[in-house]
């Protein structure tokens, strides 16, 4: 008799009666027995962990620093597209895009997360998930749902405070002294997706991270633990239940959490929430140049060894920097006798400055000579002040020196300034006048000109003035040129570009 049978879909034989229990047998190896008395399942036994080395809970944590950490909503009136934005799509599409000069506000909502810094109701968050909201609800664990004010915004650090009424709300606290290193475990609180209260856990994968958040000047700590939309301006914790972190910001390709993500530090974010909730905004440092770091050719031109430091592009006359004797082309090295390893460690350094405070900059020229400049530190001005001062420099009393403008060709056009000449990278002794704005529906638009653009030339002529200019288009006109020829600088580069006259 035959003892073989086939499984169908596995193809393979299946031995039975005791050609399996000899297969058995040798399988268990010797002194194991396999029969039908002994076929039974064993339970496995649970045990405690014998070692350190096991993965560490984190439950008590959770338990314990999860009340101080709430929801946040936020809701926004959008008028949606105006009417000269409708124009410009399909009719047969408007309806789906509502709008126009008319249309009844859409409310917009979002969703981020907060923590409580004290017991009568502080919170604090990230600027991002708050700014431009009309409304804003915190939800705590408890369920409870409490309306929220604004305090104070920091948008160059992505830091904002705000505020519920009420007393004996559990907080927790910025450890800003703590020694973070890279592997140690951190655990995140959120409200990821709008799902509230999830805890998330990993490793200090980096710290020290520049530029991240374009402007921003905080040396992120970079961490592994999830972190996706809505666990923004939740709290970052070690093993000690510490805040070491406010997470803002993750770099993903899909939009998702793919293991890094980025908290603002516990020493940056303590200092402005307190600036935040005394005066209600930031007042940071500012000497007036504008930066770039050095790459290793660059900085064997200045006789360095290491391309550390930040070289100077351009200053604007009249800031601190420009009175005290700072020029284009100096490389920053130090400052009060720190090395600098980057313009962006220089930024948040003069950041970090105080107001009317002296500080020392070590300087190598051109030349590859060393200097020592003193500088006074300045407040640093809004970023609306800061774009006229980039275009038009300030006087004595540091106000923006804003000429007049005249319109022609669809352009607003005033002078040439020398902080529009140091930004351009002019000479001193190069004329031109400076575009102040562009008619979005003229032809300079379409050509390519730009705010902040400078015209040295048109036609064959240099030109010193707005009003110059202006003749010269007349007396193209009058001579039945149907084009002008300009000669444009840009921060990107200078190149002709023709122009029509009607």
Do not use: C
């Not at 006074?376 to 275009?391: F, G, M, N, V, W």
Request: proline content about 5%; overall charge neutral.
């Amino acid at each position: 008799m035959n003892n073989k049978k086939e499984l169908g879909f596995l193809k393979r034989p299946i031995m039975t009666g005791a050609a399996a229990i000899a297969l058995g047998i040798a399988a268990f190896g010797a002194g194991q027995v396999l029969s039908p008395h002994n076929l039974q399942a064993q339970a496995i036994k649970a045990e405690a962990p014998k070692s350190a080395a096991y993965l560490p809970s984190f439950a008590d944590l959770v338990e314990r620093v999860s009340p101080a950490v709430v929801a946040i909503e936020v809701s926004q009136k959008s008028k949606g597209p105006s009417e000269d934005d409708l124009a410009q799509i399909p009719p047969e599409w408007r309806k789906f895009f509502g709008g126009g000069d008319n249309a009844k506000p859409r409310i917009v909502q979002g969703a981020g997360s907060g923590f409580f810094i004290s017991a009568d109701g502080y919170i604090a968050t990230n600027n991002h998930v708050i700014e431009d909201a009309d409304k804003i609800t915190v939800t705590l664990k408890d369920g409870r749902e409490l309306p929220a004010k604004v305090i104070g915004r920091d948008p160059r650090t992505d830091v904002a405070v705000i505020k519920v009424e009420g007393n004996n709300f559990r907080f927790v606290q910025f450890e800003p002294d703590t020694n973070v290193r890279v592997g140690d475990w951190v655990v995140a609180i959120g409200n990821p997706f709008g799902l509230g209260g999830t805890a998330t856990a990993g490793i200090v994968s980096a710290i020290g991270r520049e530029r991240v958040g374009g402007a921003n000047i905080s040396n992120f700590i970079q961490i592994d633990a999830p972190i996706n939309p809505g666990n923004s301006g939740g709290p970052t914790f070690d093993m000690a239940g510490r805040v070491i972190g406010i997470n803002t910001a993750i770099v993903s390709r899909s939009g998702g959490n793919d293991g890094i993500g980025f908290a603002v530090p516990a020493n940056t974010a303590q200092k402005v929430v307190n600036d935040l909730i005394k005066n209600g905004v930031v007042k940071y440092g500012w000497i007036g140049v504008s930066i770039g770091d050095l790459n290793n050719d660059l900085a064997d031109t200045y006789g360095l060894k290491e391309a550390k430091g930040a070289v100077v592009g351009s200053v604007t006359p009249n800031a601190p920097a420009s009175k005290g004797g700072l020029k284009r082309g100096d490389v920053i090295v130090a400052i009060n006798g720190q090395s600098i390893a980057s313009s962006t460690e220089l930024t948040r350094k003069i950041g970090e400055s105080s107001v009317g405070s002296n500080v020392k900059l070590d300087v190598i020229d051109g030349a590859g000579k060393k200097r020592v400049v003193n500088i006074t530190i300045a407040a640093r001005p809004d970023e609306k002040k800061l774009a006229e001062i980039s275009q038009y420099g300030v006087d004595d009393n540091g106000a923006v020196t804003a000429p007049a403008t005249t319109d022609v060709m669809g352009l607003s056009l005033s002078p040439l300034t020398p902080a529009a000449k140091a930004r351009l990278k002019l000479g001193a002794n190069d004329n031109g006048v400076l575009i102040t704005k562009v008619d979005d529906d003229s032809v300079a638009a379409q050509k390519g000109l730009s705010e902040g653009d400078a015209i040295l030339l048109v036609n064959n002529t240099e030109i010193t003035n707005p009003s110059q200019f202006k003749d010269e288009v007349a007396k193209a006109k009058k001579d039945g040129k149907k084009f002008i020829r300009v000669f444009v600088v840009t921060n990107g580069g200078s190149g002709f570009q023709t122009l029509p006259i009607e």
